[in-house]
C-alpha cells in the first residue's frame, strides 16, 4: 500500500510525508485486521493528529489563490438598465429559437444556404434570404458561395421584379470567378421579363444576349424560352421569330410553350395582333403541335385587346389558297411535317407589307376563290346573328383541314366579332373538350369579356362553370356585369348580381364601378351610392369616372352638380380623367350661338361652368399614388405647355390665391 502510494505522488510531481502516509495506509485497513489495543491506539492517540492533517490541507488548497489576487470575496452591481438588458437576452434567446439551427460542431456549408434560400423565396420572404446570404453566410461564417447559391437569389429577384438587384448578384458572382449555368441565364432573362421598367428589362437582355453570343454559350431549350419571353414582354415579335430562328438553327425541338411566346408577342401590335395570333396558330397546327390551355387563353386574349387590322390583307392571309393546298395535303404530310415549323413562310405572312393601291386586288383575289365562301359577320337583318348555343363557321376549323363556309374578315371591330371568327364560345369550349382540356377560371373570364351580353351567353358560362367544377369568382361576375352595363342595360346588369347573391359570391368596389357604366340617370346614380354605403364600401374615384362619363354624354348638368357635390362631401379628390370628362361638358358645342337658337340640354351650362371653376379650387390635386394606379387603369393625362395637367394648374392656383388672402389677413 505504501508502495502504492510513493509511486502515485512521483507520477503526479506531488510531495507526501511519512506521517501521512503512515496514517493512509492504516485507514484503509478493516477494523477486523487490527487488534483491540491497536485500534483503541489509533483512535485516541492519532485521531486528533489526523484531523488537524485534513483540515490543514483544505486550508492550504482551497481559497488560496483568491487571496492572493484581491481582498473581496465578491462585487455585484444591479440597476434597471442590467435588468432591461438581462430581459432582452432571454427574448433573443426566444426568438433564435425560431430561427433555423446550425448544425453544431461544424460550420454550415453553402448547399444548406441554398435550402434556407428557397424555403424563405417560397414564402414570398425575399429580403430574409439575401440578408442571410449577405450577412451570415459570407460577413459571418465566410464561406465561399456556389454558383446554385447565386442563381436561386436570382430567379427570385426576377420574380419580383427587381432587375438591378438580380444582375448585381450576377456581376457579383462574376467577380468571384464562378460560371453561370443555364439556370443562372433562365432567371437574368426571366428578371428582364417581369421589369417594371419595359425599356429596361430589353436592355439588359440584349446586353446578355450579346456577352452569350461573344461567349459562344449553347442556350437550353428553357433558357431559349425565357428570351422568347423576355422578347415579346418588352420588344416585339419580329425578335421573337429571331430567336426562334436561333433555336431552331441550334437543334432545340418547338413545343407548346414555344407558341405560347409568340402569341404573347402579338398581344404588342394592338391594331393587328389578333390576324397575327391566327397567322401563329395555323403555324403551330402545320406543326403537328396540338394546343393546351395556356394557348387558348392567350388567343383569347388578342381577341379581346387587338384588332385585325385591314380586312383585305387578312382575308388574303388568312383565306388564301395556300392554305386550302395545305389542307388538302394534310393527311399525306402529317408525319413529315409533325414539330417542323415553315419558319420563313410564318415570316413573311406576319410581317407583310401592303403596296399601294392593293386592296381592290386583295379584295378580287379572295373573292375568286373557289374554295372558300365568304358569310359577312354583321348579318342582314334578314339573317339571325349567331347565339351562344349555335356552332358558328370558324377559322380553326378552317386550319384544322374541315370542309364548310368560312366567315368574312371585312368586320371584326367589335369582340364579339372577333370571337365569332374562332366559332363563339361554344365552339371554343368545344374545341377544348375534342383535345382533352379543361377550362380554367381564367378561359371563362376572358369568354365574359368576348361574348355578346346577354342570358343565353351568361347561362352558357354557368353550365361551363359547372361541368368541369370551376368556381367563379368575383372577377368573372365584373367581366359579365361590365358587358351588360355598357350597352346600358340595367335589368341584364342586375340579373347577374342576383346571381352573385344565389352563389354567395361577395361583391367588391369593383363590381359597383361596372354598375356605375349603366347609371344614366340621377336616380340611378345616387342610389348606387347609397347601395356602396350601405354594403360597407367608400365610393372611389373610378365609380365617380363613370358615373360622370354617363352624365357628360347626356348633357345632364344637374346631376353633373350633384355628383361633384357628393365627391366634395366624400372627400373623393378627380383625377385625371375625370377632369378631361368635365371640361368636355364645360365646353359649348361648335358652331352653337345661344342668342340664336335654344337647346334643352344647354339650360343650365353657365351655371355648371362657374360652379364647376369655385369646385375646382376647393378640391386638392390627386396623390401620386392615386396617380400611379389610375395611369395603370389606362388614364389619360392632359398636360398643357408648361408641362403640367390643367387640374395641377387650377390647384396652383388657389393655394396662390388662398395664400395671397392669408397674407392680406395678417397684416391687417
Known amino acids: 500500500m505504501l508502495t502504492a502510494a510513493a509511486r502515485s505522488s512521483l507520477r503526479h510531481g506531488t510531495k507526501i510525508s511519512v506521517s501521512r502516509l503512515w496514517i493512509l495506509s492504516a485507514a484503509r485497513q478493516t477494523p477486523t485486521t487490527l487488534s483491540p489495543a491497536l485500534s483503541r491506539c489509533f483512535s485516541a492517540g492519532h485521531a486528533a493528529r489526523f484531523a488537524s492533517l485534513s483540515a490543514s490541507s483544505r486550508e492550504d488548497t482551497f481559497g488560496s489563490l483568491s487571496k492572493d489576487l484581491t481582498s473581496r470575496s465578491s462585487f455585484k452591481k444591479s440597476s434597471p438598465d442590467i435588468r432591461d438588458l438581462r430581459h432582452r437576452d432571454e427574448e433573443e434567446e426566444a426568438d433564435d429559437l425560431d430561427k433555423p439551427r446550425r448544425r453544431p460542431g461544424r460550420r454550415n456549408t ?50 419580383a421584379g427587381q432587375l438591378k438587384k438580380a444582375f448585381k448578384l450576377y456581376n457579383d458572382m462574376k467577380k468571384r470567378g464562378l460560371e453561370a449555368s443555364d439556370a443562372t441565364y433562365t432567371a437574368l432573362f426571366n428578371a428582364c421579363a417581369e421589369s417594371p421598367s419595359k425599356h429596361a428589362g430589353l436592355q439588359q437582355a440584349l446586353k446578355l444576349e450579346q456577352e452569350l453570343r461573344r461567349k459562344s454559350y449553347p442556350l437550353s431549350t428553357i433558357t431559349y424560352h425565357a428570351l422568347l419571353k423576355t422578347h415579346a414582354v418588352t420588344n416585339h415579335l419580329q425578335a421573337c421569330i429571331h430567336t426562334l430562328r436561333e433555336m431552331l438553327q441550334n437543334g432545340h425541338a418547338v413545343t407548346q410553350e414555344t407558341f405560347h411566346y409568340l402569341l ?144 368574312s374578315l371585312n368586320a371584326a371591330d367589335v369582340t364579339s366579332d372577333r370571337l365569332a371568327l374562332i366559332g363563339g364560345a361554344k365552339g371554343v369550349l368545344e374545341k377544348m373538350e375534342a383535345s382533352g382540356l379543361t377550362p380554367d377560371l381564367r378561359t371563362l373570364t376572358l369568354l365574359a369579356d368576348l361574348v355578346e351580353p346577354g342570358y343565353q351567353s351568361l347561362q352558357l358560362l354557368l353550365r361551363a362553370a359547372k361541368q368541369h367544377r370551376v368556381k367563379l369568382d368575383v372577377a368573372f361576375f365584373n367581366s359579365a356585369i361590365r358587358k351588360a352595363a355598357k350597352t346600358s342595360n340595367t335589368d341584364e346588369a342586375k340579373a347577374v348580381l342576383s346571381v352573385m347573391k344565389q352563389r354567395n359570391v361577395n361583391v367588391n368596389i369593383q363590381t359597383f364601378g361596372c354598375l356605375a357604366l349603366a347609371c344614366n340617370r340621377k336616380e340611378d346614380g345616387l342610389q348606387l351610392l347609397r347601395d356602396i354605403q350601405d354594403a360597407g364600401l367608400r365610393p372611389n374615384v373610378h365609380v365617380f369616372s363613370a358615373l360622370i362619363g354617363r352624365a357628360s354624354r347626356r348633357l345632364d348638368y344637374i346631376y353633373l352638380k350633384v355628383l361633384l357635390k357628393s365627391m366634395e362631401e366624400m ?7 375625370i377632369i378631361k370628362q368635365l371640361e368636355f361638358a364645360a365646353q359649348y358645342p361648335p358652331n352653337y350661338n345661344q342668342y340664336e337658337s335654344r337647346n334643352n340640354y344647354l339650360v343650365h351650362i353657365d351655371g355648371f361652368r362657374g360652379y364647376y371653376q369655385l369646385w375646382l379650387r376647393k378640391m386638392p390635386a390627386q396623390s401620386a399614388e392615386e396617380e400611379q394606379s389610375q395611369s395603370e387603369m389606362g388614364g389619360v393625362e392632359l398636360t398643357t405647355e408648361d408641362g403640367l395637367t390643367e387640374a395641377q394648374r387650377n390647384q396652383r392656383a388657389a393655394a396662390r390665391r388662398s395664400k395671397a388672402r392669408h397674407s392680406i389677413r395678417t397684416v391687417a
Open 571 to 577: 372627400s373623393v379628390w378627380p383625377n385625371e380623367v
Open 264 to 407: 404573347m408577342g402579338c398581344l404588342k401590335d394592338k391594331e393587328t395582333g389578333f390576324r397575327l395570333a391566327l397567322q401563329v396558330w395555323r403555324q403551330m397546327l402545320r406543326s403537328g403541335i396540338v394546343p393546351d390551355s395556356k394557348n387558348y387563353n392567350m388567343l383569347l386574349r388578342t381577341a379581346r385587346d387587338c384588332g385585325i387590322g385591314d380586312s383585305a390583307i387578312a382575308t388574303n392571309i388568312l383565306l388564301s389558297s395556300e392554305s386550302n393546298s395545305w389542307r388538302d395535303t394534310k393527311d399525306a404530310s402529317k408525319e413529315r411535317c409533325r414539330a417542323v415549323v415553315d419558319l420563313d413562310l410564318l415570316e413573311k405572312q406576319l410581317f407583310f407589307q401592303q403596296e399601294p393601291h392593293s386592296n381592290d386586288h386583295l379584295q378580287d383575289n379572295s373573292e375568286g376563290t373557289e374554295s372558300t365562301h365568304l358569310v359577312p359577320v354583321r348579318q342582314t337583318e334578314t339573317v339571325p346573328l349567331p347565339t351562344a348555343d349555335s356552332v358558328t363557321p370558324s377559322l380553326l376549323d378552317l386550319f384544322e383541314g374541315h370542309q364548310g363556309s368560312v366567315l
Open 110 to 159: 453553402p448547399y444548406w444556404y441554398f435550402l434556407q434560400c428557397k424555403k424563405l423565396i417560397r414564402e414570398n420572404k425575399l429580403q430574409e434570404a439575401l440578408d442571410m446570404f449577405s450577412r451570415e453566410m459570407l460577413q459571418e461564417e465566410r464561406l465561399q458561395p456556389e454558383e446554385y447559391n447565386y442563381s436561386v437569389l436570382i430567379g427570385g429577384c426576377g420574380r
